[in-house]
């Protein structure tokens, strides 16, 4: 079940001391203006550090676990930090890791998912990130930002940049949350890519 704005406002305003185990979102949205909004979703800002990436003198980027993946997980990227009132420019089809402003906490019975504004869509810019956010996932959110139009576009720090939609959890609530590497963070990572047990088998020639 998708959440409306308003029982979104009513979870938000729970007192910390009647549910322990609550949403929290910091800087908190405007509750009158989300009570009233009618939607279903909740704007979220862009943040002030952004990540680029390098270009290297190794041809293709390897997203395995070899040497050459190595190299690129820790020599690939760039740390940029743009402070309130200047502005980011991403020129066509430039790709860059954002952030959103917002620090947020998820309870064990809610689960979310980030999509781009279409506001910014018709201008070419596209925003994504891993679209799943699980229950338990607490920091701030990384963004991937796609400028596919054909002339530059400028963001800025605070700017709305995307909706986060809320889904309420069916079945018994367990202590099972998410625990992944980018739980707790505050800049936009690129994190890395691992060959699983499957993946090495295969790659090998092995039988499952």
């Known amino acids: 079940m998708i959440l409306k704005s308003h029982q979104v406002a009513d979870l938000l305003k729970s007192p910390p001391d009647r549910q322990r185990d609550r949403l929290i979102i910091r800087p908190s949205p405007n509750i009158d203006e989300l009570e009233k909004s009618g939607a279903a979703s909740v704007d979220l800002r862009l943040g002030t550090w952004f990540v680029s990436l390098r270009h290297t003198r190794f041809p293709v980027l390897q997203v395995d676990d070899t040497p050459t993946a190595a190299f690129n997980n820790s020599k690939l ?14 020129q066509p089809r430039g790709f860059v890791l954002g952030v959103t402003l917002e620090w947020v906490r998820f309870p064990s019975n809610l689960a979310a998912y980030v999509i781009g504004k279409s506001s910014w869509g018709r201008r070419g810019l596209i925003i994504a990130t891993a679209a799943g956010i699980h229950p338990g996932f607490t920091g701030c959110m990384t963004l991937e930002l796609t400028n596919v139009g054909e002339v530059p576009i400028a963001v800025k720090p605070g700017i709305r940049i995307c909706q986060l939609f809320f889904h309420l959890m069916s079945g ?3 202590d099972l949350v998410d625990k992944s590497l980018f739980v707790g963070l505050r800049q936009p990572t690129l994190g890395k890519i691992e ?6 088998k295969l790659a090998k020639g092995q039988p499952l």
């Open 172 to 174: 018994p609530i367990d």
């Open 195 to 200: 060959l699983d047990e499957t993946a090495r």
């Open 77 to 90: 990227s760039k740390t940029h930090f743009v402070p309130f009132g200047k502005e980011f420019i991403l």
